[in-house]
């Protein structure tokens, strides 16, 4: 019995999410006494797939072919599905990105099986697998189950530690045959514009810092870059600030943006709008700083500094500089 897990590629190289994917399919798999596959799906990825051995995989498909270079919802889709058929896995594992959101709700359409978006754990009762998830817009956890198999999962970034359990290991690729034809696909993408791509992403990052309405415009948002640069941490923002223009959409966090569990999350300038504790409830210390003592995010926060971010964000740079030099 095994547990299929799709590695996210981005610019060639497997995501931390897919690591992530495969850890939680190692520990998936031992509970239901069965093994794990890995998918991969791209272009030139021969290299990095069979290392992905290291990281629990003990069979490893990959799709590799220069229409699947960007990702395209029907071509992916279509390679997941005959990994599915191909190892009729109990459980199929995807990393709740952007595109693992979109992939998976589309390969459980296709396979007409239960879809569990988001999930932070998983479990196996008198036989049974379990998930648990954020319900009702992050205010609840609650476990559930899918009747059907095999039950794809989304696995939220950064709720499960990647485990290497055998560095620089490497395993032999299985290459995953083409049985579709690439020109049926309907919607194709061509090319993809954005910012630096060597910003790090807000998803994954285990540190973020982000603003809101509160840093005044996209001139205040270079202190917190500046705290972020001394602590290794991605810049986020909320709607507020997005929508106003300040800073790229890339960086929003919130129901309608990324849902992020960093380790930690400090909210500067942040009011803690519903939609916002959505995305980022499940960081595992919040730090909130608003000069407004009444703001909801501080009804979330582990810690909460009530003062006007303009002073007290370069003194929090300067302190932490000093720390950890």
């Known amino acids: 019995m095994s547990v299929l897990a799709f590695c996210e590629v981005r610019d060639g190289r497997c995501k931390k999410a897919a690591f992530e994917a495969i850890t939680a399919a190692k520990k998936l798999a031992a509970d239901l006494g069965g093994s794990v596959t890995a998918v991969v799906v791209g272009h030139n990825i021969q290299d990095d797939a069979k290392k992905l051995a290291a990281w629990g995989a003990e069979r490893i498909l990959a799709a590799d072919h220069e229409f699947l270079a960007l990702y395209s919802t029907g071509g ?3 390679c997941l ?24 709700a589309w390969t459980a359409a296709k396979l007409g099986v239960p879809l569990a978006s988001d999930c932070t754990e998983f479990k196996v009762e008198d036989g049974a697998l379990r998930v648990r998830r954020p319900v009702f817009a992050g205010k609840a956890l609650a476990w559930t189950h899918g009747e059907g198999e095999p039950f794809v999962l989304g696995l939220r970034p950064n709720t499960m530690a990647a485990e290497e359990i055998n560095p620089g290991g ?18 194709v993408v061509k090319e993809i514009t954005g910012g630096d791509k060597g910003d790090l992403d807000v998803a994954e990052a285990e540190i973020v810092v982000a603003g809101g309405r509160g840093v005044g415009g996209p ?38 943006g990324k849902v992020v569990s960093p380790n930690l999350y400090i909210a500067i300038g942040i009011s803690g709008a519903i939609q916002h504790l959505a995305g980022m409830r499940t960081a595992k210390v919040i730090v909130a700083i608003n000069k407004d003592p009444e703001a909801p995010i501080f009804k979330v926060a582990d810690y909460g500094i009530v003062g006007d971010l303009v002073e007290v964000v370069p003194a929090l740079t300067e302190a932490f500089q000093k720390a950890l030099a």
């Open 76 to 78: 992916y889709g279509r």
């Open 81 to 104: 599905v005959q990994a599915v058929e191909l190892a009729q896995p109990k459980a199929v594992i995807v990393p709740a990105t952007i595109m693992g959101k979109d992939l998976a």
């Open 170 to 187: 490497e395993g032999s690729v299985e290459p995953l045959p083409l049985t579709f034809d690439p020109s049926t696909i309907r919607a």
């Open 219 to 256: 001139e205040g948002f270079e202190p917190l870059r500046e705290l972020a640069k001394v602590l290794g941490a991605a810049v986020g923002a909320s709607r507020a600030a997005v929508d106003a223009g300040w800073i790229d959409h890339a960086a929003q966090v919130g129901q309608t």
